[in-house]
């Protein structure tokens, strides 16, 4: 497949056939990361030394907690609940 094909084809669809290219692509983006999410989830554990690039720069912690998409990690600035997505091991 030939994206900027794809691109250059674009003024010609309609507006609901760009809704609907919209919201199947918008589907397809939350899918994929829901999975890397699941996927790097089973890599951490609590107690785990983890950093992530937050409001302050670079911010290292301890996990505390996992959920399914979401860690509460601790901080020396407090607990934050991260994405795991933007976790990485320190």
Do not use: Q
């Not at 674009?10 to 507006?15: A, D, R, V």
């Not at 999410?37 to 030394?49: E, F, S, V, W």
């Not at 998409?69 to 991260?82: E, L, N, S």
């Amino acid at each position: 497949m030939d994206i900027n094909r794809t691109i250059a084809n674009l003024p010609k669809l309609s507006i609901e056939e760009l809704r609907l290219l919209n919201s199947a692509a918008c589907r397809l983006i939350k899918s994929r990361r829901t999975n890397d999410a699941l996927a790097k989830r089973h890599t951490l554990r609590i107690g785990d030394r983890v950093y992530f690039d937050g409001r302050f720069g670079r911010t290292e912690g301890t996990i505390t907690r996992l959920k399914r998409v979401k860690a509460f990690v601790t901080t020396d600035r407090g607990k934050w609940d991260v994405p795991i997505a933007m976790l990485e091991k320190a």
